[in-house]
Every structure is written in structure tokens, then in C-alpha cells.
């Protein structure tokens, strides 16, 4: 059974950074693409980002190219999501989701194990 336990959130000025990390258990990590979602209240769970599972090549929202970064160590069975020059709109929980297929990096169908969520939330 895969596991993902995500950490890092937490509550941060507009303008600010984080870094969320997710660990999965299992020894086959490395063979999967890994993305970042996220849910805020009152709308639907969207796509954030995406890494193949080389981490040769990853995918981004346009909402948050240029702002965050994902990258994976496939030696610790980590995918971490840096979050700088943080918006209130950012506001949300985020999801780390591991890839049933590889068939879709943005949609949620296209994942079969996701973490429990960690609570990032942006002031003004």
C-alpha cells in the first residue's frame, strides 16, 4: 500500500515562500510521475504541478508558472513544491498525488494515491 504524507504548510504573509515536501512509502516511487494539487474552500480540487518520474520534465499551472517549483529525490522518496512570491489566492489545501498511469499530469483521474493535504494559507 503507497502512503503519502505531505508537511510544510502553514500560514504566511502575501509576498512570502514555502516549501512544502511529501514523502511516499513504497520502493517503486521513482517509477511514477508525482504532481502538487490543491483545493480551496468552495471550488474544486485544480492542478498545480507536475514531475516526470526522471524528474527530467515537469508541468505547471499557468496560475503559478514562474512563482513555484517542484522537484523530486527519488533517493528519499520526496516530491517538494517551493512556493515563493505567495498570493492570497493561493490559499488553499495542498495535495501531493502520485500517477496511476501517467496518461494525464492535470487531471485528478489520472491519480490513484493522494496525501491527506497540508493547509497553506496566505494574509494580506
Known amino acids: 500500500q503507497v502512503q503519502l504524507v505531505e508537511s510544510g504548510g502553514g500560514l504566511v504573509q502575501a509576498g512570502g515562500s514555502l516549501r512544502l515536501s511529501c514523502v511516499a512509502s513504497g520502493r517503486t516511487f521513482s517509477s511514477y510521475s508525482m504532481a502538487w494539487f490543491r483545493q480551496a474552500p468552495g471550488k474544486e480540487r485544480e492542478f498545480v504541478a507536475a514531475?516526470?518520474?526522471?524528474?527530467?520534465?515537469?508541468y505547471y499551472a499557468d496560475s503559478v508558472k514562474g512563482r513555484f517549483t517542484i522537484s523530486r529525490d527519488n533517493a528519499k522518496n520526496t516530491v517538494n513544491l517551493q512556493l515563493n512570491s505567495l498570493k492570497r489566492e493561493d490559499t488553499a489545501v495542498y495535495y501531493c498525488a502520485r500517477s496511476r498511469d501517467g496518461s494525464s499530469y492535470y487531471d485528478t483521474n489520472a491519480y490513484n494515491y493522494w496525501g491527506q493535504g497540508t493547509q497553506v494559507t496566505v494574509s494580506s
Open positions: 514531475i516526470t518520474w526522471t524528474g527530467a520534465r515537469t
